[in-house]
């Protein structure tokens, strides 16, 4: 299976600000959360700084002039400090991982309501996987974008502070510290654009790896039956290979900026002790007040490197807010819209009205056209009450002409009414509460009997749990699956596991035709629903 994308590619923009501030809509609702954070990140740089300046007292007041007064007070101020950072440090944490939940939650919330909307004909030509890796993995990325943003804003500060703490020291050391500092900084920003690129390619190529495993777990009967583990064990590792190479790339990049970052720190600061050292001898500067340059010169290089590491996760954050948005904004996904009308009147009849179905394909133009089209010109009246079969060999189109009707698929041409009406004046809740559908493929959710029998009627039946029970055993011995049911161990409390596999193919349509009693609608619809019984099954039901 080819994987059908769930949104159409654009071109990379060096301009991120939308981005950055669509972003940060979804962070606003949070935005005393995390001013509280920026807060906390500005206790821990002061704290930092505070550290380096208290390095000055401790040598030339403690070390050199032994003042005791000094030697009391120095270590209540480092616990002071240390106390303050610890502190900053969790407030911080707190905040960030809160307002980063919340973002996590409404963006997924966001992203499902859009994909659940989407008709079916999407779901035909995108991979589950795909859709998985959005809402999962491209989410997490935007998320975590946040404790990337107050971490870069946090170093700023403690950059910011140390700076502070050198120029205090000795000016003169400091301005030839600032022409060291921005070159230094460069491979941050040099590397940023290549970081996008494989934060980018890397989701791709995750969400290529989903929609293959989804594949493969699902179609392990089939695996195993043509005895083809091997196959797809070498179809794994060319996926789980391209995962790997993608990561070593991306690191190999990230990683790059921190030795270019330390050669060129380590020489400035090399000349830096030289041309310092010579003040210390020439007694124009007291050890106290180099060390403590140093230090803050030395304390400088953790929050470049923290700030290196941080922009590596904002890259990533962007490529994945590009996919994520990508998919909420595209024009051709268009959520499933329905009427204004309730449908909530007895049916009277159903009307086909010179309906014609052409699905979305590339073949269905020109000489196939015709060949194409699912169905042409299909005029038929069905009355409450009347039981019509539609009869022919397999791609007739049958499963398309009854998928119309609860607007599964539009026609092409002509109308459906219902009771005079046309369906499309109905909202799509009403209309597909009035139809019970039993599908060609079972499917049976991983819950209980009682549950997957009761799904189509959840909001309307009982909460007696006897009531409920009761119900849900007539439908069963009206589907002809109480039999099968009652012999198991734990009856209708049995659980499925997915799909149902725990059941065989005729059980699966017995609950789904319960289900489907059960829910009582003035339509029902049975797609080849007793494909799978035996003959016997098949009368009875």
Not at 262 to 277: H, P, T
Request: proline share 4%; with cysteine.
């Amino acid at each position: 299976m080819k994987e059908a994308s769930a949104a159409p590619k654009k071109k990379p923009s060096r301009l991120d600000r939308k981005l950055l501030k669509r972003i940060g809509t979804y962070f606003f609702p949070y935005k005393w959360h995390i001013f509280l954070a920026i807060i906390a990140s500005g206790l821990v740089s002061l704290s930092t700084a505070g550290t380096a300046w208290l390095i000055k007292p401790a040598m030339d007041d403690i070390f050199i002039r032994k003042d005791l007064r000094a030697l009391a007070i120095v270590p209540l101020i480092y616990i002071g400090l240390m106390l303050l950072k610890g502190i900053g440090r969790y407030t911080q944490s707190l905040c960030m991982t809160y307002s980063a939940l919340c973002v996590l939650k409404n963006l997924r919330g966001q992203l499902f309501a859009k994909i659940a909307g989407l008709p079916l004909a999407f779901y035909e030509k995108t991979q589950v996987g795909v859709l998985m890796s959005r809402i999962i993995n491209d989410v997490n990325m935007i998320s975590s974008s946040l404790t990337a943003f107050v971490q870069m804003f946090r170093q700023i500060l403690t950059v910011a502070g140390l700076i502070g703490v050198v120029f205090y020291q000795n000016f003169e050391l400091a301005c030839w510290a600032m022409v060291v500092l921005p070159i230094a900084a460069a491979p941050v920003v040099t590397f940023s654009r290549a970081l996008r690129r494989y934060g980018r390619r890397g989701a791709e190529v995750n969400a290529e790896f989903s929609a293959t495993l989804q594949e493969l777990f699902s179609g392990i009967r089939v695996i195993k039956a043509f005895a083809t583990e091997q196959r797809e064990t070498r179809r794994f590792d060319q996926g789980n290979q391209k995962l790997v190479d993608i990561a070593f790339r991306r690191t190999k990049v990230g990683e790059l900026s921190s030795p270019v970052m330390e050669l060129i720190a380590a020489v400035g600061i090399g000349v830096i002790l030289w041309y310092g050292g010579t003040k210390v001898i020439d007694g124009a500067m007291t050890p106290g007040t180099f060390f403590s340059f140093i230090a803050a010169l030395i304390m400088l290089y953790d929050p470049f490197k923290s700030f290196n590491s941080a922009n590596m996760d904002v890259q990533n954050a962007l490529a994945g807010a590009e996919r994520v948005f990508a998919m909420l904004d595209d024009p051709t996904l268009i959520v499933e819209a329905g009427g204004t009308t309730e449908f909530d009147e007895p049916f009277r009849e159903l009307v086909f009205d010179h309906v014609s179905l052409t699905y979305d394909q590339a073949d269905a133009q020109g000489p196939d056209a015709e060949s194409a089209a699912a169905l042409s010109d299909i005029c038929l009246t069905v009355k409450a009450g009347q039981k019509i079969a539609f009869v022919g060999p397999s791609g007739a189109g049958k499963t398309s002409l009854v998928s119309l009707i609860p607007r599964f698929y539009d026609p092409s041409a002509g109308r459906i009414l219902i009771n005079g009406r046309p369906v499309t004046d109905y909202t799509l809740a009403s209309l597909r509460r009035s139809i019970a559908l039993v599908a060609q493929e079972p499917f049976l959710f991983d819950m209980t009997l009682k549950e997957n029998i009761a799904y189509g009627r959840s909001e309307t039946l009982p909460d007696d749990p006897e009531a409920l029970l009761e119900d849900v055993k007539k439908a069963a011995h009206a589907a002809h699956a109480d039999t099968f049911i009652e012999s198991l161990p734990e009856g209708y409390e049995t659980v499925m596991g997915e799909r149902g596999v725990k059941l065989s193919g005729g059980q699966r349509q017995r609950i789904t035709i319960a289900r489907a009693i059960l829910k009582d609608a003035p339509l029902l619809i049975l797609d080849e629903a007793t494909s799978a019984l035996d003959s016997e099954a098949e009368r009875i039901v």
